[in-house]
C-alpha cells in the first residue's frame, strides 16, 4: 500500500530553521514527481516546493532563498529545509508525490513558527 510519512513539524522562534521529512512506501519513488504543500488556518493549501524525477525544482516565491527541497531516491525519501522561518510560514505541511495519474498525500506535520 502506499504511504507517505512525514515528520520534523515543531515549534520555532522567527529566523529558526526545521527540517521536514517524508518517507515513502509502496511506491516507485525514484519516479516520483515530490512536493511540500502547506495550509494555513482558513488559508487554501498551496505548493511550497516541487521536485522532478530529473530533479528540477520550483518554489514558491516567498520561500524563494530560504526553503530547499531534495531527495534521497535510496532512502524513499524527500526533505524540506527551511531557514529563516517567519510566522506567515506556520501552516500544516504536507509531502505529495505524483506520478502521471496517481497522486499521493501523506497526513501533514505542523509547523508553528513564533514572533
Known amino acids: 500500500q502506499a504511504q507517505l510519512v512525514e515528520s520534523g513539524g515543531d515549534l520555532v522562534q522567527s529566523g529558526g530553521s526545521l527540517r521536514l521529512s517524508c518517507t515513502a512506501s509502496?511506491?516507485?519513488?525514484?519516479?516520483?514527481?515530490l512536493s511540500w504543500y502547506r495550509q494555513a488556518p482558513g488559508k487554501e493549501r498551496e505548493l511550497v516546493a516541487s521536485?522532478?524525477?530529473?530533479?528540477?525544482?520550483d518554489y514558491l516565491d516567498s520561500v524563494k532563498g530560504r526553503f530547499t527541497i531534495s531527495r534521497d531516491n535510496g532512502k524513499k525519501a524527500v526533505y524540506l529545509q527551511m531557514n529563516s522561518l517567519k510566522p506567515e510560514d506556520t501552516a500544516v505541511y504536507y509531502c505529495?508525490?505524483?506520478?502521471?495519474?496517481?497522486?499521493?498525500w501523506g497526513q501533514g506535520t505542523q509547523v508553528t513558527v513564533s514572533s
Open positions: 505529495n508525490a505524483r506520478l502521471e495519474t496517481r497522486t499521493i
Open positions: 521536485l522532478s524525477a530529473d530533479r528540477k525544482t
Open positions: 509502496g511506491i516507485s519513488f525514484s519516479f516520483y514527481k
